[in-house]
T-cell receptor, first 112, second 117 residues
Framework: QKEVEQDPGPLSVPEGAIVSLNCTYS??????FMWYRQYSRKGPELLMY????GNKEDGRFTAQVDKSSKYISLFIRDSQPSDSATYLC????????????FGTGTRLLVSP | DTEVTQTPKHLVMGMTNKKSLKCEQH?????MYWYKQKAKKPPELMFV???????INESVPSRFSPECPNSSLLNLHLHALQPEDSALYLC????????????????FGSGTQLSVL
């Protein structure tokens, strides 16, 4: 079983839709959770960064962590064609050097 | 300046060639990383430099040789690569040193798309 599971998609939505992207993880020691956006042939860009459970909002983006079910989500409101990209969830433990564990990424396509 | 700059953007090399990838950041970050990313896969960690010293080598073959000349620069020297080494090579930096100063947020460059023929 992979430590972080993410549906590869593609997820196709019309412009203006609310998008929900999700990951599950298996290790309860994971405490930090991140979402990266990656456009084709570009490096990942850090979108959201959360610690432990709860919600965090930044503009049209909301990150949600539910540690009881080991489930992390990214919601995008009023999606735009420019949101079309691959979204990678990532997580790590708190202690010592622990490399980021990435999901496989979900490809999102927002059509005009 | 919040950028991590990587050069070249594209590189094609033969299996007998020697080439170098370069990475530069001017954010004052003290940790720098090399990642490798194959198509439709997540990035895989290769090396970590903390305070200009190699702190993590993820069992990377010796045909990849990292170098950190100073706190702003990171190189990856390539020699005798194989076609399966073709990938997007990403450099990243973080203000916090991993494992020492608590959690770190990574800032990635745009990568070098490497093709080995």
């Amino acid at each position: 079983q992979k430590e972080v599971e993410q549906d590869p998609g593609p997820l196709s939505v019309p412009e203006g839709a609310i998008v929900s992207l999700n990951c599950t993880y298996s290790n309860s020691a994971f405490q930090y959770f991140m979402w990266y956006r990656q456009y084709s042939r570009k490096g990942p860009e850090l979108l959201m960064y959360t610690y432990s459970s709860g919600n965090k909002e930044d503009g049209r983006f909301t990150a949600q962590v539910d540690k009881s079910s080991k489930y992390i989500s990214l919601f995008i409101r009023d999606s735009q064609p420019s949101d079309s990209a691959t979204y990678l969830c990532a997580t790590r433990r708190t202690t010592g050097f622990q490399k980021l564990v990435f999901g496989t990424g979900t490809r999102l396509l927002v059509s005009p | 300046d919040t950028e991590v700059t990587q050069t070249p953007k594209h590189l094609v090399m033969g299996m007998t060639n020697k080439k170098s990838l370069k990475c530069e950041q001017h954010m004052g970050h003290r940790a720098m990383y090399w990642y490798k990313q194959k198509a439709k896969k997540p990035p895989e960690l290769m090396f970590v430099y903390s305070y200009e010293k190699l702190s993590i080598n993820e069992s990377v073959p010796s045909r990849f040789s990292p170098e950190c000349p100073n706190s702003s620069l990171l190189n990856l020297h390539l020699h005798a690569l194989q076609p399966e080494d073709s990938a997007l090579y990403l450099c990243a930096s973080s203000s916090k040193v991993p494992g020492v100063q608590g959690n770190e947020k990574l800032f990635f460059g745009s990568g070098t798309q490497l093709s080995v023929l």
